[in-house]
């Protein structure tokens, strides 16, 4: 009994994580693009976090876009925040020297056209086969995933 109503409770908690393409890991949630801009840069920056560069992913496709004949519109609005853990990537870099290719880290915040959502996503770790790297990626999708669900 204490099984189904287990169960039952999670079926009913509203789902923010959505399934996606194995190499992403994809939120979504309500709200304007730039309330939720802001909670994600706050979230980042309360785990005491520094971001070193915000790329402007959707000014840049505009800007772009006639220049290679382009007309479709992917984004209304869309930025990525870079930032790293000195702790954790110290971890996966002493774990493997060529898994520098994961750092900075990089979480995105974007609209889609005709989509009232707001979407933040971050790339999922490829697998390996080396227990200290996994150890320092599993603690990377943990602090990536918690600082979503905080802009949340």
Do not use: W
Request: hydrophobic share 40%; with cysteine.
């Amino acid at each position: 009994m204490k099984k189904i109503l287990a169960v039952c409770a999670i079926l009913c908690l509203p789902l923010s994580a959505m399934a996606s393409e194995g190499y992403t890991v994809l939120f979504k949630t309500q709200g304007t693009f730039q309330d939720v801009r802001d909670a994600l840069q706050f979230a980042i920056e309360g785990k005491g976090l520094k971001i070193n560069h915000t790329n402007k992913i959707a000014e840049m496709l505009a800007r772009t876009g006639p220049e290679v004949g382009a007309t479709k519109q992917v984004y209304v609005e869309g930025e990525q925040f870079e930032f790293c853990s000195a702790t954790i990537s110290r971890q996966m870099m002493e774990a493997d020297p060529h898994a520098m290719v994961m750092c900075p880290y990089i979480v995105s915040v974007y609209t889609i056209p005709n989509d009232k959502h707001v979407y933040m996503a971050y790339r999922k770790p490829g697998p390996t086969s080396n227990p200290a790297l996994k150890k320092a990626l599993g603690e990377v999708e943990t602090l990536l995933t918690g600082i979503i669900k905080d802009a949340m």
